[in-house]
């Protein structure tokens, strides 16, 4: 899945949860629920879930036995759940 995922991500037109359009220059962020790409507002409203923590773990978890990489790595699947990035 190395490179749907980022193909998927890197240049979604438009939020996968508010439909809100996205620029190629937006910053756009996966979310830990369905891994889809989301937009920086729907990301603090998904911070604010009482279940985000648990999530988030889970998330890191799935996403290091996908990819095998750390989660800390730069441009990494498991990285852009947490850090924003542009297309
Ligand atoms: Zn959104």
Request: glycine content about 6%.
């Amino acid at each position: 899945m190395s490179e749907s995922w980022k193909e998927k991500l890197s240049c979604a037109t438009h939020c996968r949860r508010c439909s809100l359009k996205l620029a190629p220059g937006d910053p756009r962020i996966l979310s830990v629920y369905d891994h889809e790409p989301i937009c920086m507002p729907c990301k603090g409203v998904e911070e604010k879930r009482a279940d985000y923590e648990e999530s988030s773990k889970n998330a890191i978890g799935q996403c290091l036995m996908d990819v095998e990489l750390a989660y800390g790595d730069p441009g990494g699947y498991c990285y852009h759940h947490f850090y924003p990035f542009t297309c």
